[in-house]
């Protein structure tokens, strides 16, 4: 027994649906033979003649209407079992549409590509935070440079929603940066800054959150100006212009950020 999967897309909508009926025949074991992105009839021909000397079963997914209508009248001049499982269902929605049918072949592998697209940024986003992973640091779209608590993770991950992979590496006085950061061309760096003030207030609600109230290098104010003069002297090197993000929201800043990219 052949069973022929032919799409004028990837072809794996077809071969789950074969796949998932398959599991109600276990005695039957056919042969499967997949022919995906066929999009022309000349393209179609052949592959139906070999079905035809096979005797094979022939599934078909096809969204252009020329290979649908190539396919059902083949079948019938040559007794051919023809499964057709995307024309019924179009032809009831088309009923009840007020648009015609985008007749786009690959949507559903475009959306999941986009998909696993937007996990992979994420996966990425999460591996390359405060730091981590430098030696792939080369991979990223992205990478963000700023003193602690400057938005880098949030910003991080909402720029990983827009598809980009993107690093983030905190900037400490006494450690000094990854020389690797200093290959990279400059437009692809983003330096974060904050005021002072601002910077010791949400340092200070991040301590008291951890159940510390006493203030300490972290906190006091003359220690974190002296981390963002040094921050900027950072910048300076690299020839980046940092975004402030004093009075911006993560989404404020990753638009800020974007539009630098375009």
Same mark, same amino acid.
């Given at each position: 027994?052949?069973?022929?999967?032919?799409?004028?897309?990837?072809?794996?909508?077809?071969?789950?649906?074969?796949?998932?009926?398959?599991?109600?025949?276990? /005695?039957?074991?056919?042969?499967?033979?997949?022919?995906?992105?066929?999009?022309?009839?000349?393209?179609?021909?052949?592959?139906? +003649?070999?079905?035809?000397? *096979?005797?094979?079963?022939?599934?078909?997914?096809?969204?252009?209407? +020329?290979?649908?209508?190539?396919?059902?009248?083949?079948?019938?001049?040559?007794?051919?079992?023809?499964?057709?499982?995307?024309?019924?269902?179009?032809?009831?929605?088309?009923?009840?549409?007020?648009?015609?049918?985008?007749?786009?072949?690959?949507?559903?592998?475009?959306?999941? /590509?986009?998909?696993?697209?937007?996990?992979?940024?994420?996966?990425?986003?999460? +591996?390359?935070?405060?730091?981590?992973?430098?030696?792939?640091?080369?991979?990223?779209?992205?990478?963000?440079?700023?003193?602690?608590?400057?938005?880098?993770?949030?910003?991080?991950?909402?720029?990983? *929603?827009?598809?980009?992979?993107?690093?983030?590496?905190?900037?400490?006085?006494?450690?000094?940066?990854?020389?690797?950061?200093?290959?990279?061309?400059?437009?692809?760096?983003?330096?974060?800054?904050?005021?002072?003030?601002?910077?010791?207030?949400?340092?200070?609600?991040?301590?008291?959150?951890?159940?510390?109230?006493?203030?300490?290098?972290?906190?006091?104010?003359?220690?974190?100006? /002296? *981390?963002?003069?040094?921050?900027?002297? #950072?910048?300076?090197?690299?020839? #980046?212009?940092?975004?402030?993000?004093? *009075?911006?929201?993560?989404?404020?800043?990753?638009?800020?950020?974007?539009?630098?990219?375009?």
């Amino acid at each position: 027994m052949v069973i022929y999967i032919i799409s004028d897309a990837v072809g794996a909508t077809a071969k789950r649906v074969v796949q998932a009926t398959l599991l109600q025949y276990p /005695a039957l074991t056919p042969d499967i033979r997949t022919y995906p992105f066929v999009n022309k009839v000349a393209e179609l021909k052949p592959i139906l +003649a070999d079905a035809v000397k *096979e005797q094979a079963i022939v599934v078909v997914t096809f969204v252009t209407p +020329a290979l649908v209508d190539y396919a059902t009248d083949f079948a019938q001049q040559h007794q051919l079992q023809l499964v057709d499982y995307m024309s019924p269902l179009m032809q009831v929605l088309g009923q009840h549409s007020p648009q015609p049918p985008l007749a786009q072949p690959g949507i559903l592998h475009t959306i999941n /590509a986009d998909y696993f697209k937007k996990v992979a940024a994420l996966d990425f986003a999460v +591996a390359h935070d405060d730091g981590q992973n430098l030696q792939t640091l080369t991979q990223a779209d992205l990478v963000i440079l700023g003193v602690s608590r400057t938005s880098k993770t949030p910003v991080s991950l909402y720029l990983a *929603e827009q598809r980009l992979k993107v690093a983030n590496i905190p900037l400490l006085p006494n450690n000094p940066l990854n020389d690797a950061v200093y290959h990279l061309p400059h437009t692809q760096i983003v330096g974060l800054t904050i005021s002072p003030e601002r910077l010791q207030k949400v340092r200070q609600t991040r301590m008291a959150a951890l159940g510390l109230t006493q203030d300490n290098y972290y906190t006091d104010v003359a220690s974190i100006k /002296a *981390e963002l003069a040094y921050a900027h002297q #950072v910048f300076a090197q690299l020839k #980046v212009t940092p975004i402030d993000t004093t *009075e911006r929201s993560v989404e404020e800043t990753a638009a800020l950020i974007l539009k630098q990219l375009t």
